[in-house]
């Protein structure tokens, strides 16, 4: 969706979404603080100016705020002031203060898991792949195919967004070289078939010369207009199920293997800013990110939208455990740092630590933020 509608559909999607899971983060400090007896002055939806005083009863303010991007819990004594309360963050015990720190961190990874469970519980999207070039006188071209077709299944077995890494439409064309298959077709117009084909054989689709694959010569006899980008994904408007046991494991598969993604995208940022700091980094600034959640939710639908926050939620956790300040990994480094040199370390050194840390990560969202805007603007991905 385009214009001012579309604009302002992309931001309340990025609201809920980011502002959900953030909130979610400071939920797990919350209720930790509060399991451990540390007092908590204020619990925060949405950042300040306030605009409204939720309840005023007890020993926490619970407030509204204006700017509706997640919230924040302000605890007694987390800024390192040696209050004369007991019950102060500062005053609290080291594995009591990790803990409460950590539970932000294990709140996003437990959405994570929750999300993924779900969907492989009760609607995992079936994917399948668009065509947008069919060869001529190729099985595809025999069978009728035309560009703007899109395969669901071959022979019957469809592919979701959980089981991709174990194989997708294509592997399965290439595993049945010189068959018959059926193919499940979604028309431009939506309307589906089921369509035999007789794919090319091994011979048929062999690379004479040793220089790599040729054009067209799939078991198919389809191909990408761009081959770096491959074959556009098909959402189908189908879902598969899974019995709960299963769709725990999947859940957590999912969480993990996602966890292990951003882990590996982190390293290639860092290589790639220490090697060639103009060139466009391989991660999304909040414009970035907005703008993929809202061509999701056009293009994909509701669900693979929650499949994004999935996604999300486990960058947050993984970011956050960061050993960089101001971020909890951040603060709880300098937290066990002060427990080793003691008072060394100084409330003034601490503050400074943080006040560092956060213009440099302003910085970087930043100089993020700025190749975004480069790429809506001319059109790149």
């Known amino acids: 969706m385009t214009g001012p509608l579309g604009v302002v559909v992309t931001i309340v999607l990025f609201l809920v979404v980011l502002g959900s899971l953030v909130l979610v983060h400071?939920?797990?400090h919350f209720v930790m603080a509060r399991l451990a007896g540390v007092r908590v002055l204020e619990f925060g939806i949405g950042f300040p100016p306030r605009a409204k005083i939720l309840r005023a009863k007890g020993e926490t303010l619970y407030t509204l705020n204006w700017l509706p991007i997640g919230g924040f819990v302000k605890l007694e004594g987390e800024d390192g002031d040696d209050t004369n309360d007991p019950r102060s963050f500062v005053r609290a015990r080291l594995p009591v203060k990790l803990i409460i720190l950590v539970a932000g961190v294990a709140m996003n990874l437990i959405v994570s898991l929750v999300i993924f469970t779900a969907i492989a519980w009760l609607a995992t999207p079936v994917v399948g792949v668009r065509i947008p070039i069919v060869e001529d006188g190729s099985p595809a071209a025999v069978a009728g195919l035309q560009p703007g077709d899109a395969i669901v299944s071959v022979d019957g077995?469809?592919?979701d967004v959980l089981?991709?890494?174990?194989?997708?439409?294509?592997?399965?064309?290439?595993?049945h070289l010189g068959q018959t298959v059926t193919l499940q077709i979604v028309h431009a117009d939506g309307s589906r078939a089921d369509v035999p084909v007789t794919l090319r054989t091994a011979a048929e689709t062999a690379?004479?010369?040793g220089d790599g694959p040729?054009?067209?010569?799939?078991a198919l006899g389809i191909r990408s207009a761009d081959q770096k980008s491959g074959f556009p994904p098909f959402f189908s408007g189908d879902y598969n199920q899974h019995d709960l046991p299963t769709a725990v494991s999947l859940g957590t598969r999912e969480t993990t293997r996602w966890f292990g993604v951003i882990l590996g995208g982190l390293g290639d940022l860092a290589r790639q800013v220490a090697s060639n700091p103009t060139a466009a980094p391989p991660v999304a600034g909040p414009i970035g990110i907005a703008t993929q959640i809202s061509d999701i939710f056009f293009g994909a639908g509701l669900v693979m939208t929650i499949y994004v926050a999935g996604i999300l939620s486990a960058n947050l956790a993984l970011v956050n455990a960061l050993p960089f300040p101001p971020l909890d990994g951040g603060r709880m480094f300098m937290i066990v740092l002060k427990a080793v040199f003691g008072r060394r370390i100084t409330l003034r050194a601490e503050r400074t630590t943080y006040a560092i840390g956060f213009i440099v990560l302003f910085g970087f969202l930043i100089w993020v933020t700025g190749f975004d805007i480069a790429r809506i603007i001319t059109g790149g991905s």
């Open 157 to 159: 077995v469809r592919h």
């Open 163 to 175: 089981s991709l890494s174990e194989g997708t439409i294509l592997d399965d064309l290439r595993a």
């Open 26 to 28: 400071e939920l797990g």
């Open 214 to 218: 040729l054009p067209g010569k799939g």
């Open 207 to 209: 690379d004479p010369d």
